[in-house]
């Protein structure tokens, strides 16, 4: 990861126009400036974009709250950075509501294609923070502890436990991939152990089901032949059965003939009734018919006179419904007359109601008009109170202005008391805790020289420890020695014993050392040469185990002395805590002390000023000036709310001089409304005593009474046609009789003919079906026989079927086992290949899970790699301390019960070689050794393809070391800038800043916040 540009917006000391840091224009830069201006700010900005973490109080989950700008509610980072060849952009923000409730969280992670950005951001922060980590292949705490050396944390990975330090290590060398083997291989082992299972029991499952087999096939033939049996039977059966079948279908045959001769029969009996029904009603049509044609002419004049008086009646009909249509108009003209007149009338009253309205309202208008020169004296009274009142107010408000000072300065002047109180108070305090510390002092300071000598007798015994520890390596070392020695000398005889065999086996005469004739005198030669050889080795074998064995009892008895100091320290657990704890009570009881007489004094001062009220005489000599201007500036408050209460009738006058204007212009319109009125009213009077506004409908209504004087309607003459029309009703009936019965007479007398020849042959049909029915009923009787042999075979029939039925069935269960057995053949082949196959794979699994676990590959991984950390924090260290320093770093450390165990262990030597605790050193020389360890980190993890972390980042540290500390450092890291692409330096030393051509100068504005220059690019 190689940054781009960085931009802050309200993060930190950093407000809302600071301009992009370019991180291109440099490879190594010094980033320099006060303390507190804003420089760790920048690389707290690049750690909280990409991971969302940096500096944060101890109690904070997340830094958030922390980094944002105080008085604002917003900030954002956004960085640009390179990746193997790619460039990503993290653009992380934070918000936090008005009310400080709650707060929004927002991360965007994006790729360039190129042209333009590309989003990479997935649904929540969470899950983009994923695909950051992923992206980068590294987390925040790897980070921190390899190439960001964070301003006060150089010592991160020196002060971390062993096994935390092989986790960072394990990060920087990309083990935890094989975590995610193992868990994969874990995973695979366990699915492999079930398969197995499974299959184990499926395969006892289909083995007992296969027990049955050779029984299920023994039943099989016998039911086969049980079914051709019955089958036999039952093609008996059904061959009856057909014959039974066949002679009741010829007897339902005739049964059904019989059915319908019947039916017919009694077709023929309706027939016959309706043959005499229609006779009947034929002899009283033609009887009818003969009395008609006799009264013909009678008839016949009936008819012509009913015409005659049908057509008189039409036409007097038609003038009585002209003659209404014209009354019934006549009539309404009547009552529009009467209406017309009644409405002019009413008009006439309505208006003279409305005319003695407008007079009254126009006298009213004219008394109220009366008011004006009232109000208009009123209102001029008002405006003079106002201009009074303009001037009252002021005055009040400059009175007002003195009385709210006085009243400040009453509660300042109070404050002010109490404050000295307070501070009496609280000097009295420290008055006493002093004297209690004056009284402990000489205590403690015996106590601290007895810890004192305590904390001596440790360091003593923890020198004779570092002693013992340092035999018991070097006791250690040797034993190593012996035993690879031992095992050299035992694969030596291994190898003497492995050619006196071949020897012995040799049938060649050439000797297979020298190449000469291998005669049996030489061949003895030969094996007494290869005895003398394995001689000396086992005794030189012997030689070497008693010296390792004295080497072992020496290293028994050093671990023993170790663990005797060790518990001797132990007792003395603490003792260097308490004195540090002790030294900081004397010296904060020597303060107090020292601070005492001064604390009296001030006390007794501050006494006097409250007693004789001589504080803050500044305040008290301003009230007493304002109280003297506040009499001088006397008011009458009884003339104020007289002249408030006068000028508050301004508006009362002027709505009643609205009003009046109001009043003035409806008396004007009510004149002109009342002449007008008059007008109407003597033109309404006029028209209804001359009667000439009815005019018009007068004329209408003579025309229609002179209409009806011509339509010459006779009523009289119109009831007289209607009755003698009623009494002629019958004729057009009678009429329309006669004509049809004389038109269908003769079909009528045909018809009677017809139907007796008709009832002759159905009488004939009728005998000849009677004899048919009786004889074919002679045939039927024996049916009711045969269906009952029909029943009695039908149950013998069913009882064959359902025997072949229960049978093949069976059969069929039978066929069903003996395919499922086949099946089951099939598959237990399949599941004994399946149970090989898991039983490979849990073995297979097994290993992996060991070779990926942590004691497999990643040990073996982080065993290859601590000689090269060793090597490079060395190399370093060199030049750092010149050679006074090293560094070793253990796997290994024997545990107390026996045996070994896993660990990361810094050892560091110092000039003498003598190795020593990591806390006993100085902090110039600490700050070296977590230096060069922590560069070592760094460039293992510039180096790791998985990580692709290729910048350093040095966050100060450089305070502890003198000029030549200094300029070693800075030659280091010369040294090893072509390792990183970016190397960047944080100080606030003028002589660092000075060793870096390229620096970056931050500083901090109290208003616009913190801002940078980058000089010499």
Not at 555 to 576: M, P, T, Y
């Amino acid at each position: 990861m190689i940054p781009v540009s960085l931009k802050l917006h309200n993060f930190l000391s950093y407000g809302t126009h600071t301009e992009p840091l370019d991180f291109e224009q440099f490879h190594v830069a010094c980033l320099s400036g006060g303390n507190g201006q804003g420089k760790s700010a920048l690389l707290d900005a690049i750690t909280w974009a990409i991971w969302g973490e940096a500096r944060k109080s101890t109690d904070a989950r997340k830094p958030d709250e922390d980094l944002l700008r105080i008085g604002t509610r917003d900030m954002k980072v956004e960085l640009v950075f390179d990746l193997e060849g790619g460039r990503y952009r993290v653009v992380r923000s934070f918000q936090r509501s008005a009310s400080g409730k709650t707060s929004k969280p927002g991360l965007e992670f994006q790729a360039w294609d190129g042209t333009d950005f590309q989003p990479l951001t997935a649904g929540s922060v969470k899950d983009t923070q994923v695909v950051i980590t992923d992206t980068l292949g590294l987390d925040y705490e790897t980070f921190i502890n390899s190439a960001f050396l964070l301003q006060g944390r150089s010592d991160e990975f020196t002060k971390k436990k062993s096994g935390e330090r092989k986790e960072i290590l394990g990060r920087i060398l990309g083990l935890n991939r094989f975590e995610k083997y193992a868990a994969v291989a874990r995973s695979r082992l366990s699915e492999a152990t079930e398969r197995g299972k499974r299959a184990d029991v499926e395969i006892e499952r289909l083995t007992g089901a296969l027990e049955d087999e050779g029984r299920w096939k023994e039943e099989r033939t016998t039911l086969e032949a049980v079914i051709a049996n019955q089958k036999k039977k039952q093609a008996d059966a059904d061959a009856e059965g057909k014959r039974l079948t066949e002679r009741l279908a010829e007897l339902d045959s005739l049964a059904q003939t019989v059915d319908g001769q019947q039916a017919r029969l009694a077709r023929l009996a309706e027939r016959k009734q309706e043959l005499d029904r229609e006779r009947t009603e034929l002899a009283r049509r033609i009887e009818q018919a003969g009395t008609l044609i006799a009264q013909r002419e009678s008839i016949e004049r009936d008819y012509e006179r009913w015409n005659a008086l049908d057509k008189e009646y039409r036409d007097l009909s038609q003038k009585a419904d002209l003659w209404r249509g014209v009354e019934k108009q006549l009539n309404e003209k009547k009552l529009d007359l009467e209406r017309q007149r009644l409405d002019s009338e009413k008009r006439l009253g309505r208006l003279d109601v409305e005319l003695q309205a407008d007079r009254k309202a126009h006298a009213e208008a004219e008394r109220r008009l009366l008011e004006r020169p009232i109000a208009e004296r009123g209102l001029g009274a008002a405006r003079a109170a106002e201009r009074e009142l303009e001037a009252l107010r002021a005055r009040r408000a400059e009175r007002q202005t003195f009385e709210e000072r006085i009243t400040a300065l009453d509660k300042q002047l109070a404050s002010e008391r109490g404050s000295l109180q307070a501070s009496i108070r609280s000097l009295q305090e420290q008055i006493k805790s002093a004297s209690v510390h004056a009284e402990a002092l000489p205590g403690l300071k015996q106590q601290e020289a007895d810890l004192r000598e305590r904390v001596a007798a440790v360091k003593a015994v923890e020198t004779e420890q570092a002693e013992v520890r340092e035999q018991g390596s070097g006791v250690k070392a040797e034993i190593e020695g012996l035993e690879r020695e031992i095992e050299r000398l035992r694969r030596e005889v291994r190898a003497v014993d492995e050619k006196a065999e071949r020897l012995r086996g040799l049938e060649t005469e050439a000797c297979p050392t020298c190449g000469t004739a291998l005669t049996p005198e030489h061949r003895r030669t030969v094996e007494q040469t290869y005895a003398d050889e394995r001689a000396a080795l086992t005794a030189e074998i012997a030689r070497v185990e008693g010296e390792m064995q004295q080497r072992q009892e020496t290293r028994s008895e050093l671990l023993r002395r170790f663990a005797d100091l060790k518990a001797r320290i132990d007792q003395q657990n603490g003792v260097a805590d308490t004195l540090t704890t002790v030294q900081g009570r004397i010296a904060t009881a020597e303060e107090a002390v020292a601070d005492l007489a001064e604390r009296r004094t001030r006390a007794d001062d501050l006494d006097r000023q409250l007693r004789d009220d001589a504080f803050r005489p500044d305040l008290r000599a301003e009230k007493t000036d304002l109280e003297e201007k506040l009499r001088e500036l006397p008011f009458d408050a009884e003339r104020f709310e007289q002249v408030q209460a006068e000028a508050a009738q301004r508006a009362r006058h002027e709505a009643t001089l609205r009003d009046l204007d109001e009043v003035q212009g409806r008396r004007d319109t009510l004149a002109q409304k009342i002449e007008a009125g008059e007008r109407e009213v003597a033109a309404l009077r006029e028209q209804l005593a001359s009667g000439s506004a009815f005019a018009p409908i007068r004329q209408q209504i003579d025309a229609l009474q002179q209409q009806l004087t011509t339509l010459g309607y006779d009523a009289a003459r119109h009831d007289a046609v209607r009755r003698d029309l009623d009494a002629l009703a019958e004729v057009p009936d009678r009429r329309s009789a006669l004509l049809n019965a004389r038109d269908r007479l003769t079909d009528w007398t045909a018809r009677r003919t017809q139907i007796a020849e008709e009832v002759a042959r159905n009488e004939e049909d009728a005998g000849a079906l009677r004899t048919a029915i009786e004889a074919a009923q002679e045939g039927l009787a024996a049916r009711a026989d045969l269906a009952e042999q029909q029943r009695t075979h039908a149950e013998r029939r069913a009882g064959l079927a359902a025997r072949l039925s229960e049978a093949q069935a069976t059969l069929g269960g039978i066929h069903e086992r003996l395919e499922r057995a086949a099946r089951d053949r099939e598959a237990l082949k399949s599941v004994r290949a399946e149970a090989r196959e898991a039983k490979k794979e849990r073995t297979l699994y097994r290993h992996l899970r060991d070779a990926f676990g942590k004691n497999g590959i990643p040990a073996l991984i982080i065993e290859e790699t601590l000689p090269e950390i060793e090597d490079r924090a060395n190399g370093l260290l060199e030049r750092l301390s010149k050679g006074r320093t090293r560094v070793t770093l253990e796997t290994l450390k024997d545990k107390k019960t026996g045996g070994t165990k896993e660990t990361l262990d810094i050892k560091i030597t110092d000039a003498g070689g003598v190795p020593r605790p990591y806390e006993t050193f100085s902090g110039g020389e600490a700050f070296r050794v977590n230096f060069a360890l922590r560069i070592a980190l760094a460039q293992l993890l510039a180096e790791r393809s998985g990580v692709r972390i290729r910048t350093l980042v040095v966050d100060e540290g450089f305070g502890t070391q003198d000029k030549q500390g200094i300029e070693r450092l800075v030659e280091a890291i010369q040294t090893i800038r072509e390792d990183f692409d970016k190397i960047l330096v944080i100080t606030h030393l003028n002589e660092l800043k000075e060793a870096f051509p390229v620096r970056i100068e931050v500083k901090k504005d109290p208003v616009q916040g913190s801002g940078y220059d980058v000089i010499g690019v």
